[in-house]
């Protein structure tokens, strides 16, 4: 829905600002509309400021690395909502000392959340004894000392076996009530056996259960991602990425010349490049922008992509107008004159969707801040990119080839 309405809004401005027409909104439109800045003069300075953006980013890359949320490295992760607020601090230590390793546990969409992450798929031989010994616990409370044997044992599952059907059924009902992930053996009339599900957000939420008995709480979200299906969507990512660049090459080729095309797709590898770098730096900095690659961080990108590649669609056309229109003037001109009167139009795109980018960032919470963040700066970078990248490298490659650009 985020996607939709940025893309909405976009559609609106440019729409309204196209073949010529100007959307008045005061000085601002004004100003821009007579703009005449020496772009191309400072594409140097620009280089240079991008070359060193992107070598302390793959750096960092390098050093430091890029944090894989769960979706890329496998892992358990367990979003819950209590009644009450929480003490944060509190919960953490708690879950510290439940026998899982490290666990990574931070606020959730306010003071009565909280969301819990581990590496680990699969409960630690040494806790899925005390596992049982819950899971027994809650068996004995509705039916004291009842028969029943353990007739099977995975890494994930126990299941059970009592003396009849009916009283199986009633147990897996009021053990599913209790928090556990029950389900019979089978579904026939004379079916005598339990399953039981053991995972690690089982544990956490027994755990919650002993240590928050005076705060209710339901689970919003219960995700398990094993390490081959996170090999797999890092795969998918990094191919659903190049396609786009691919297709955006082939698709400008035809639309312009193949250098305006190497220019965007420079352009767009530019800011994507950048983005990563900065997704490392601030990783660890600050816990307000730990942000982990994810599969909605790659969504992010591929609309980072088609909102930088938009822009300089935008700037291409309007070179390629006024080079049609004045032949006989310098490139540089041409060029100079398609940013400065399409300056405007980019402003306002670029401004209105900023804020609602910001806004998200700042109050979406910890679902939406690394897809706002992305945005935030690939707009930005993005805008800058169309200009000093894209449109700076055809004029560069028109006076080193000395050839000139016609269409």
Known sequence: SMVSALIISRLVIDLMTSKGQKLEIGWRTRFFDNLNFDFLSKRKLAYTISTIFAVVGILSIVVRGLEMGIDFKGGTEIAVKFEKPIDITEIRSDLNKIGLGKVEVKTFGGETGVLVRTDLQEIPQDVFPKVQAEIEKAIDKFYPNIDNKVTETTTNSITYEFPNADTTTMLVDQLFTEGFQTSKASEEPENTKMVVRVGIADWIKI????????????????????????????????????????????????????????????????????????????????????????????????????????????????????????????????????????MSRTVMTSFTTLIVVFVLFIGGGDVLRGFSFTLLFGILIGTYSSIFIASAYVYSYATKKAKKIQF
Not at 286 to 301: G, K, P, Q, R
Not at 303 to 316: A, E, K, Q
């Open 207 to 342: 755990k919650f259960k002993e240590t928050m008995k005076d705060n209710e709480f339901v689970v919003q979200k219960e995700d398990l991602v094993g390490p081959k299906v996170g090999e797999e969507l890092k795969l998918d990512a990094i191919i659903a990425v190049a396609l786009a660049l691919l297709v955006i090459l082939i698709y400008l080729g035809f639309r312009f010349k193949f250098v305006f095309a190497t220019g965007a797709i420079l352009a767009t590898f530019h800011d994507v490049l950048i983005t990563l770098g900065l997704f490392s730096l601030l990783y660890g900095l600050s816990d307000f922008l730990n942000l982990e690659i994810s599969i909605s961080i790659v969504a992010a990108f591929l609309t980072l992509v088609g909102y930088s590649v938009n822009d300089t669609v935008i700037v291409f056309d309007r070179i390629r107008e006024y080079m049609k229109i004045h032949k006989t003037a310098p490139i540089e001109e041409n060029i100079n004159k398609a940013i400065n009167r399409t």
